[in-house]
Every structure is written in C-alpha cells, then in structure tokens.
C-alpha cells in the first residue's frame, strides 16, 4: 500500500489499533489473481478492520492503484477525495476511485471504526461507480449490520492464507458486498416520501393515481417524485406501478385457474385485450402462452 502517515497535533498513530484486522495479500499474488478467470474482474487486495482507530490518518496525494471504499459504523472522521471534503459518521460509506489525490482522517474527540477494502479489476470501477450506486463518492447506507457481515466474512477468508481459492471466495464476498452497498444506498429511507410512495401502489396494484396525486399524497412535488423514482427503480412511478401489476399477474397466470379477464380484472386492467397487450409489451408472449410455459 502507498500510504503516509503525517504527523499533526495531537499525533498521529504509526503503530496499529488495539483489536484491529488487517490482511494485505503480496502484490505477486495480486497480479497473478488479476491475470486469472474469476479473479481478474475483481481481486480484493487489502482489507481491514479499524476500532475506535484515534489518530488514524492517511494522506496519498497521487492516489492509490486500488479503488477504496470505507464504511464507518462508529465514531466519525472526514473524508478529502480530489479537494473535496465530506464529513464521515455511522452508516457513511466513502468510495475512493483508484488514482484519485485523497486523505482521510479519524475525528480528533470521536475517532471512528471503520471496516474497508482496496479493490483492483476489470469491473471495480463499474461496481463501485455511478452504474449501480449514487454518484456521490459518500453514501448512507440503511442495513449496515448486513455490510458488516460481509465485512467479516471477506476478511476471515483472507485471514487464513491467500491461496487461489481463497482469493476466488474473497472476490466472490467482495462482488456481494460491493453491490449490497450500491443498492443499499438507493434505496429508500424508512419512511421517506419515496418509500410512502412505494408501500401505496404496492398496496394497490389492482388501482390506478396519477403522478400528481401520488405526490401530494407524500407531500413532494410531482417532478421530484419522478425523480426519485428513476434515481431508484430506473423508470417513473407509473411504470413502477406497472411493474407491480404484471408480476402479480405472472403469480396469478402461475398458481390459480383464473381467466384471462379475471387475472385482467384483479391487477387493475378492466379492459382484458389492454392488459394482454401491456403483458405482451413486458414479457415478449401474451398471458395464455405465458400461462402454458413449463417452468421452474
């Protein structure tokens, strides 16, 4: 690791963290893992655990060659990543893209814990970047408990020894746990106008509302709605909403005799040639050959 720890009042540590984990794997086994099948898209190269980590500080003006992310579960610090700084408490997770000036520091009177991962690979910086997460390098995350366990999970695997396989299981946890945190961090806050908005059409998916309406019911503007929406789902609250529609309808074709026009009826379509069209739109096939497909 590239790493500075610069001295300032009060100090900064040189030694380690009283029960911290550390695993660094050897960069030979770094590159021959990155020159691998399964390896090569993703390879965790360090990994670690800091408690309570007072006078922790790292300083890489030209970057690191790895992307870095940081979750803090405890405490707070801050975060510099390209002359931006971002305050850091529980539930932050910091993304470092490889190559990027940085510095990040403990809070002098509330030094945090922190669990974090250095990361190389074809795929890093799509799975750690806009694609699937915010475009924010910091996030907030919800089930921070969940992250954790992956955390726990990598690094026990690197702490036995950096074999092959062991650095195929840890890329595997690694591409869990880096995608848990993106879709964690989109996902709607409890209960937040976006998720009332969610819990309503997913408590009717056989009605119908307009946007406008659904946004005053969560008391936010329509076009802050929309927004909300396709930052989560990918697409607008009526396709979500339709969205919802057609899977209850997939269940309904799957596990009952019902017809054609009940199944309609049930998920809000009154006109049965209008859902068979809109099912057909979704799923390339209409209801009845949906229906008749052996499956499972």
């Known amino acids: 690791m590239d790493e500075s720890m610069i001295g300032d009042h009060p100090p900064y540590r040189r030694e380690g963290f009283l029960n911290q984990r550390l695993c660094v794997i050897p960069r030979p ?60 408490s529980r539930g932050s997770c910091v993304t470092i893209p490889a190559h990027t000036p940085h510095e990040y520091r403990a809070s002098h ?22 694609m699937l997460g915010p475009p924010e390098a910091v ?24 074999t092959p396989a062991h650095l195929l299981a840890a890329s595997g ?36 509302i307009s946007v406008p309406e659904l946004a005053a019911l969560v008391g936010v503007s329509a076009s802050h709605l929309s927004a909300m929406f396709r930052q989560a789902t990918g697409s607008g609250p009526a396709a979500y909403h339709a969205s919802l529609k057609m899977a209850r309808a997939r269940s309904l074709l799957d596990t009952t005799d019902l017809t054609i026009a009940e199944v309609a009826a ?4 009154p006109d049965p040639l209008y859902f068979s069209r809109q099912f057909r739109r979704t799923h390339g096939m209409s209801p009845s050959t949906y229906r008749s497909q052996h499956k499972g």
């Not at 009177?109 to 806009?130: Q, S, Y």
């Open 29 to 88: 086994q770094v590159e021959a893992a990155l020159s691998r099948p399964g390896t090569r898209r993703l390879t965790v190269t360090d990994a670690g655990c800091f408690p309570a980590a007072a006078g922790h500080r790292r300083v890489r003006a030209k970057g690191a060659p790895e992307t870095i992310v940081i979750l803090c579960v405890a405490g707070s610090g801050s975060v510099t990543i390209a002359g931006e700084t971002h305050v850091i």
């Open 109 to 130: 009177t509330d030094p945090w814990t922190i669990w974090w991962l250095h990361v190389r690979g074809t795929d890093a910086a799509e799975l750690t970047g806009p």
């Open 139 to 162: 996030s907030r995350l919800r089930s921070v408990d969940r992250v954790i366990a992956l955390f726990d999970e990598l690094i026990s695997i690197l702490e036995r020894r950096p």
């Open 173 to 208: 946890i690694a591409w869990q746990l880096l995608t848990r945190i993106a879709v964690d961090s989109i996902l709607p806050a409890e209960g937040s106008a976006l998720e009332r908005a969610m819990h309503y059409l997913d408590a009717r998916v056989d009605g119908t």
């Open 266 to 269: 049930t998920v809000g379509y």
